[in-house]
Structure formats: C-alpha cells, structure tokens
C-alpha cells in the first residue's frame, strides 16, 4: 500500500513537472520573448525528473512545519522563478504578485506579521540598495572602458524576488538567506569566469540569472 502511494505521488511530481514546463512556456510568450528551443528539450525532462524526485522526497521528509502540500507548492513556484530566470534573465510580474501573496501567507503562519514584515522589507531595501550600486558600478566600469553596458549585474526582479523571501523567512532570517545566495552566486560566478576564459569564451558585463541563488538560499534555510 505505502509503495502504491509513494507511486501516485511520483505521478503527482510528473503532472507538477509538467505543469512548470507549460507555465515556463505561457508566461515568456505573454511578452513576446523567444524561446531557446535547443535548452529547452533538455529542460522539459529536466523538471519533470526534478519534480517527481522532490514530490517523493517531500512525502517521505515533510516539513515539520508546512507539511506536504504547502511545501510541494513553494518548491513549484520557486522551480518556476528558476526556469524562467535562467532561461531568459527574468522574474516576470505575474510571478512576483503570485509569490508575494504566497510569501507573507507562509510566513504569517510561519512567524507572525511583524517578523513577516519586517523580512519582507529588509530584503527588498537591501537588495534595491545593491541594485543600485552594482548598476552604479557597472557604469562606471563600462565608462573607463569605452564600453557599451547593455546588461546591469541585478535585474529589478531579483529585487522583488529578495522581497518574497524576506517574506518567508521573516526577520533576521532574511539575512541568511541573502548571505547564502551571495555566496553562492559569488562561487558559481567565478567558476564561470574560469570556466569561459579557459574556453576563450570570457566577456566582461555578461549578467547571469541571481534569481537561482537567493531560491537556493531560502529553499536551504527553510528545508535545511
């Protein structure tokens, strides 16, 4: 009976795979985006392994505090924020009103208002203040080179992505989280610096997606 429903609940992870997978499409074609047809073969498969592992693995670990659903949906939406920042360096709107409601339910219930507020606050300010001075900095590198910046180091959505967090993490826990996606994206930023210079590949202002880091940051904090 236990390995009957283990299965379904794969089955479960399939069909929110393959949801995710759709959505990842829908939401990008709204804006007349093109999509990147050759990633996007891998990816479909990607997610739907992706999502029928962490659907069993939510089942047989739980969280202690929002138990299997409410878990399995935060995942879903975070596997969303991933697919389509990594895809196309965006955090589109719909996601961010979705996930703001989302995050101070959860972190409501989780931790109170206050604490859920002044998370959500903290996040954003922070993170709008190193928007602005990664953009202030890209600038003026861009200056001293006699360079064109077509793309700045954080996209307004990650600000609004650190907003949702802060939400579910609440005060101070936001904190973490961000140190958390700094080192991350700090780490992965610098093996690809390697990685393209030893390719003869390097570009300098080339903006990668942060939005992967500060999900990795809370999905550690609060699954972790």
Do not use: C
Not at 125 to 132: P, V
Not at 171 to 195: K, M
Not at 204 to 213: D, M, N, Q, S, T
């Amino acid at each position: 009976m236990d390995s009957i429903l283990l299965g379904l609940i794969v089955l479960l992870g399939i069909a929110v795979g393959a949801g995710l997978n759709y959505l990842g499409d829908w939401l990008p074609q709204q804006r007349d985006i093109e999509m990147p047809i050759g990633w996007r073969r891998l990816r479909v498969w990607l997610v739907i392994i992706l999502s029928a592992l962490t659907s069993a693995w939510l089942w047989l670990n739980p969280h202690e505090d929002l138990g299997f659903w409410a878990a399995l949906l935060l995942l879903a939406y975070f596997g969303l924020i991933v697919i389509i920042d990594m895809e196309h360096k965006l955090i589109l709107y719909p996601t961010v009103w979705f996930g703001l409601v989302l995050g101070a339910s959860y972190g409501i219930y989780l931790r109170g208002w206050l604490t859920t507020l002044l998370g959500g606050l903290a996040g954003f300010g922070i993170m709008l203040l190193l928007y602005f001075f990664g953009d202030f900095v890209a600038r003026r590198l861009a200056r001293v080179r006699n360079e064109e910046l077509d793309e700045v180091a954080l996209g307004f959505g990650d600000v609004n992505l650190a907003a949702i967090i802060g939400l579910l993490l609440g005060w101070p826990g936001i904190l973490a989280g961000l140190v958390l996606a700094i080192f991350a994206g700090g780490a992965i930023s610098i093996l690809y610096v390697i990685f393209t210079y030893l390719l003869g590949r390097y570009q300098v202002f080339v903006a990668l997606p942060y939005g992967p880091y500060l999900v990795f940051g809370a999905v550690v904090l609060l699954f972790f």
